[in-house]
Nanobody, 121 residues
Framework: QVQLVESGGGLVQPGGSLRLSCAAS????????MRWYRQAPGKEREWVAT???????FYADSVKGRFTISRLDAKNTVYLQMHSLKPEDTAVYYC???????????????WGQGTQVTVSS
């Protein structure tokens, strides 16, 4: 069974940094684009960043220049390095990806369970 598991969330002061990880596990044939989303209390889930299968990256304007998405295919892991964190970055961060399980005719979209990031003094 393929799944995505996030880690690395926590409490950080404004201006601080955190690195989130998202590990894909299970019988995986290939991994395509991977994304990070976030959802703040009382708000809709919003897209944060994307890294394509050939490592092109895209960012929401609100995080551009502060967040960096990367991937390490040898470990089936994608990262979100976050710098200069602001209180408005407080949210549950979700990993999302296009994965093709071994034996499947095509890929499917998967979500992780989320990890809480709180930016507060």
């Amino acid at each position: 069974q393929v799944q995505l598991v996030e880690s690395g969330g926590g409490l950080v002061q404004p201006g601080g940094s955190l690195r989130l990880s998202c590990a894909a596990s299970g019988s995986i044939f290939s991994i395509g684009a991977m994304r990070w989303y976030r959802q703040a209390p009382g708000k809709e889930r919003e897209w944060v960043a994307t890294i394509t299968g050939d490592s092109n990256t895209f960012y929401a304007d609100s995080v551009k220049g502060r967040f960096t998405i990367s991937r390490l295919d040898a470990k089936n892991t994608v990262y979100l390095q976050m710098h200069s964190l602001k209180p408005e970055d407080t949210a549950v961060y979700y990993c999302n990806g296009d994965l093709r399980p071994i034996g499947a005719p095509r890929g499917s979209n998967y979500w992780g369970q989320g990890t809480q990031v709180t930016v507060s003094s």
